[in-house]
């Protein structure tokens, strides 16, 4: 994704540069602003064939595929707010905003985003192994909802993304909070977040297709 941003948004200044097409030639970074925004590839569709029960696709292939995507959204969604920062429509002003300080920010951006949802995921992880949450299912499901919101909550507050956040600390609750949880919660939980997602998706085709017409 970061490639793919660079390749298309310089290549998008270059031609703007050379006067081949309307683009502006003096400022990359509305190019590069541009090269993030259309660089996070989403395989819905790859998604939904591989994960119909029909089609017995190995589940390993379509957590890769998963998290793969949910990563390119999450480094897609950081790029262009670090360009965002550094962009101004009168031009580039290389003494407070350069394309290296950018990148700098964002590197500092996605480690810090990584930090907070891996420290979140082992605080909530140990929170659920020291504690008899497991007596009590609908807490323990509640607390698991709540702790999820609470890492995405906080990456935003401390200005970092809380996308890359929240998937970090859901790897690190998969790796460790699942031996800590009840029979009854893994059940609940697995089906309540897929309920969930799958009402997500639905919405978003929803809203899509609607704003076609509107």
Request: net charge negative; hydrophobic share 45%.
């Amino acid at each position: 994704t970061i490639i793919s941003t660079f390749c298309v948004g310089l290549l998008t200044w270059f031609v703007g540069y050379l006067g081949i097409a309307h683009v502006d030639g003096t400022n990359p970074m509305e190019a590069l602003l541009f090269g993030a925004l259309i660089s996070s590839v989403d395989p819905v569709a790859t998604l939904s064939i591989i994960g119909n029960a029909e089609v017995r696709c190995d589940q390993l292939l379509y957590s890769l595929v998963f998290r793969a995507s949910v990563l390119n959204d999450a480094i897609a969604i950081s790029l262009f707010r670090v360009f965002a920062i550094y962009y101004d429509p009168a031009g580039p002003d290389w003494k407070t905003a350069n394309i290296p300080a950018a990148l700098v920010s964002f590197l500092f951006i996605s480690a810090f985003s990584i930090l907070t949802g891996t420290c979140l995921g082992l605080l909530a992880s140990a929170v659920y192994k020291h504690t008899e949450l497991s007596r009590y299912p609908n807490l323990e499901t509640s607390l698991l909802f709540l702790s999820c919101y609470l890492c995405y909550s906080t990456g935003e507050a401390l200005g970092v993304s809380g996308i890359m956040a929240l998937f970090f600390q859901g790897i690190v609750l998969g790796h460790y909070n699942s031996y800590n949880l009840s029979e009854h919660s893994k059940l609940c939980s697995e089906q309540i977040f897929s309920t969930l997602s799958t009402l997500a998706e639905t919405a978003v085709y929803l809203y899509m297709g609607s704003s076609v017409f509107t």
